[in-house]
């Protein structure tokens, strides 16, 4: 079962993405509220994919992609988007993310962006 860290600055998309993961037979290893969280968080439950938000305050997901992918270059991140941030869309992927999911969610979408890259 694929271990999955969870990162979004607001608390309630956290507990959409959690309800349709665990849904799916996921399972959250665990979650944080911004890049930098995010980073230690990797390095210390070493999950099988990261769903990132890319608008959050103090490091935004792009630059927490760059952190983790330079210590772990195997990772897989998964990229979330509001409408509209084309270019920061376009960056993540190029920094590495493997795909990008737009809010707001659909589940399926989430679960088929999952399924794609780890299973």
Do not use: H
Request: aromatic share 4%; net charge negative.
């Amino acid at each position: 079962m694929a271990k999955i860290l969870v990162v979004d600055d607001a608390a309630f998309m956290r507990m959409m993405i959690k309800d349709i993961l665990t849904k799916n037979g996921y399972e959250v290893a665990g979650e944080a509220e911004n890049g930098n969280v995010a980073v230690s968080k990797y390095a210390e439950v070493k999950p099988d994919l990261v769903l990132m938000d890319i608008t959050m305050p103090e490091k935004d997901g792009i630059q927490a992609l760059k952190e983790i992918k330079a210590g772990d270059s195997n990772a897989k991140v998964i990229m979330c988007s509001a409408m509209g941030q084309q270019a920061m869309v376009i960056e993540a992927i190029q920094s590495g993310a493997r795909d990008f999911i737009v809010k707001p969610f659909q589940a399926d979408r989430v679960i088929e962006a999952v399924k794609k890259v780890v299973g």
